[in-house]
Every structure is written in structure tokens, then in C-alpha cells.
């Protein structure tokens, strides 16, 4: 039943959307590259690629295409060089190899978006674990987390732009956040938040 469901479900949305096929899409006028602007080798990053219309909105009938992903920095290598796209999205997990600042650069067809990643790993690191203090503590930099942490009911714990928060230890094991109280995720755009877990190819509690 369920099945079926989302099967009517997909067929009446995509019918509204009027998706297109790939053979009836339409070449976009500027590519949209998205991605933390810092990093650390071997954690990876969320990448994600748009294809826009010249009007700034999405180009929906780009509904299969794979922008190429590279760098010009020796010594700096990409866990995979394409982000696949449909409906003009796409978005893929990158994991960086290397070290030092570089620019991290998308491209379709004539059609390219350029980024800098800044190496953090040279940035000092605050360990976390516990639980914090009622009202307010705030986050930046790198910071990790090495147990589990709580935000107590009338604490506020704010997460500001650029920070990359590490978890220490895969799903399944203690370390994990909970908000009793109050989180604010103060990451923007182009320097969004990262929490992750400190160890790749691995998810945090």
C-alpha cells in the first residue's frame, strides 16, 4: 500500500512539475558552486553544484548532467571529480587529500564556478564534552567533541558561521548532541556549519 502510494504520489508531482527529459533540457546560463569554505584533509566536505537560468532560478529541465570537479593545486587530490545532477541539483560528499588553501573549481560544458577552500587544519581545536552550563555558550573555529554533549533546558548553545564541529565515533556509541535548551546555527552561504564525525567513512552517534 505504502508502495503504491509514493509510486501515484511521484507520478501526480512530476506531472505538475512537467519534468522534462534530458534530450528536452535547456543549457543553463551560469553554474552555482556551493561548499564550506574551510576544510580538513581526509574529513570529508558537501559539495554541491547548481545549474542556474539567467533569470537566477534553478534550470529544472537540466535533468541529467555530471559537472566535472578539480584543482590546480599540486598536491591536492579529490575523492571523486564529478557532482551528478538532476533537475539542475546535485550535490556529492568530497573527501580532500593534501594540505594548504586551494580553489576548488565546477565545470559543465563552457560553463564554470570557482571556490576557495581554506586548510583549517593549522586552526586551534576546543575539546567539548558534558554538559554545558545554563545560558549562553557559543562554538567557533574547530571544535570537537569527544562525549556526548547536552544543552541543559535554559542554556543556548550558538554555533557561529565558518565552525567545523568533529564527533568523535561512529553511530552506535555514546557521543552524540542533544538540546534540551536552545541551538542556534548561525551559518550562512558561503560559510556555512559543519558537524560531522571525526572519522571518515564513519557517522556520528
Not at 577552500?117 to 549562553?136: N, Y
Request: glycine letters at 10%; one cysteine or more.
Amino acid at each position: 500500500m505504502r508502495c503504491c502510494f509514493l509510486a501515484g504520489l511521484w507520478t501526480l508531482v512530476a506531472a505538475c512539475l512537467s519534468v522534462p527529459s534530458a534530450s528536452a533540457g535547456t543549457p543553463p546560463a551560469r553554474l552555482k558552486l556551493l561548499v564550506p569554505a574551510r576544510y580538513l584533509p581526509q574529513v570529508p566536505v558537501l559539495v554541491r553544484v547548481e545549474a542556474l537560468r539567467s533569470d537566477g532560478g534553478r534550470e529544472l529541465s537540466l535533468w541529467d548532467a555530471d559537472p566535472t570537479l578539480s584543482v590546480t593545486s599540486p598536491g591536492i587530490t579529490l575523492s571523486t571529480n564529478r557532482v551528478h545532477l538532476r533537475n539542475g541539483l546535485g550535490s556529492a560528499l568530497v573527501t580532500i587529500s593534501g594540505g594548504n588553501d586551494f580553489e576548488l573549481k565546477a565545470a559543465l560544458g563552457t560553463l564554470s564556478a570557482t571556490k576557495t577552500l581554506a586548510d583549517a587544519s593549522g586552526l586551534p581545536a576546543s575539546t567539548v564534552a558534558g554538559t554545558l552550563s545554563t545560558g549562553d555558550t557559543e562554538w567557533s573555529g574547530l571544535v570537537q567533541v569527544t562525549g556526548t554533549v547536552t544543552v541543559p533546558v535554559g542554556g543556548t548553545l550558538t554555533i557561529l558561521s565558518n565552525t567545523i564541529v568533529l564527533v568523535s565515533g561512529p553511530t552506535g556509541t555514546t557521543n552524540n548532541i542533544v538540546v534540551a535548551g536552545t541551538l542556534r546555527s548561525l551559518g550562512t552561504e558561503d560559510f556555512p556549519v559543519t558537524i560531522t564525525c571525526a572519522t571518515a567513512n564513519q557517522r556520528w552517534g
